[in-house]
């Protein structure tokens, strides 16, 4: 591993134990973006299954990939896909990422539709 990856994981680690911290018991919105795609789930840590699920790799919504405007229709999938399941409430994590640009844009859209964190 090389610099930026030690850097990144002691990012990620970081994030995850502040929210273990602060919102233990509420479930988790994790983010994860690779260069061509963006990636978005509801995780309930305590049982640890997968809620709900989206990403650009999906037909519908592969039409914008990883642009921000990409990130934005995942967000608004993922929010949409949690509030039929009856989940109003998550913690978001961003996974080390920086709160900017992709994860920004999906966060934001993601509160457009009613998730609240």
């Known amino acids: 591993m090389n610099s930026s990856d ?6 990620k680690s970081r994030t995850r134990y502040a929210l273990r911290q602060k ?3 509420r479930l988790r ?3 994860y973006r690779s260069e061509k795609n963006i990636y978005a789930q509801v995780i309930d840590d305590k049982a640890g299954k997968t809620l709900v699920c989206a990403s650009s790799l999906e037909k519908e919504l592969k039409a914008k990939g990883s642009t921000v405007a990409g990130a934005e229709i995942v967000g608004k999938a993922v929010a949409e896909r949690a509030m039929k399941a009856g ?3 998550v913690v978001f994590d961003r996974g080390g990422y920086i709160y900017h640009g992709r994860v920004k844009a999906l966060a934001d859209a993601a509160r457009e539709v009613g ?3």
Request: proline fraction near 0%.
């Open 23 to 25: 919102a233990a018991g």
């Open 29 to 31: 919105l994790s983010v």
């Open 87 to 89: 989940i109003k409430e």
């Open 6 to 11: 030690i850097k990144f994981e002691r990012r």
């Open 115 to 117: 998730l609240s964190f």
